[in-house]
């Protein structure tokens, strides 16, 4: 199954209620940030992960490790997207992104009539 997003709104809350580990969605800007506005067992798409989605279809998840060979938060992530039914490619190792297919096209948050310069953060742009 590919997802829309409200859909895979709906199976990250379930992952969290059912596992505690903290899922989040469109999260930050970028993989760098996230990871550093988090703690504890996590996983989360940032905006450019969103963007991306919108013409490939293809969604990558990163995730929570303790170390560079550690992926319980990915095992425990992998299997409920995968009992929820979304094909799951991932190839098991910390050094590699979850990636789900998803219906990219509902993945646009920024409407039809916006640009991808607006989404940026309003905090970057100068005042004159």
């Known amino acids: 199954m ?3 997003m409200t859909e895979l709104t709906g199976i990250f809350a379930r992952i969290e209620a059912d596992t505690g580990v903290t899922m989040k969605e469109d999260f930050w800007c970028c993989q760098s940030c996230g990871h550093a506005a988090l ?12 963007m991306s989605a919108v013409g490939s279809d293809l969604l ?16 425990v992530v992998a299997a409920g997207l995968r009992e929820a039914g ?8 910390a050094r590699q992104r979850i990636a789900i297919r998803v219906i990219g096209s509902t993945f646009d ?3 039809d009539d916006d640009d991808y310069d607006d989404y940026e953060d309003d905090e970057d742009t100068e005042e004159e």
């Open 2 to 4: 590919a997802p829309t």
């Open 39 to 50: 703690d504890g067992r996590y996983a989360f798409y940032h905006q450019q992960d969103t």
């Open 60 to 75: 990558y998840i990163a995730f929570s490790c303790e170390d560079d060979d550690d992926t319980t938060t990915a095992d």
């Open 86 to 93: 979304c094909e799951v490619t991932w190839d098991g190792s």
């Open 109 to 111: 948050p920024r409407g």
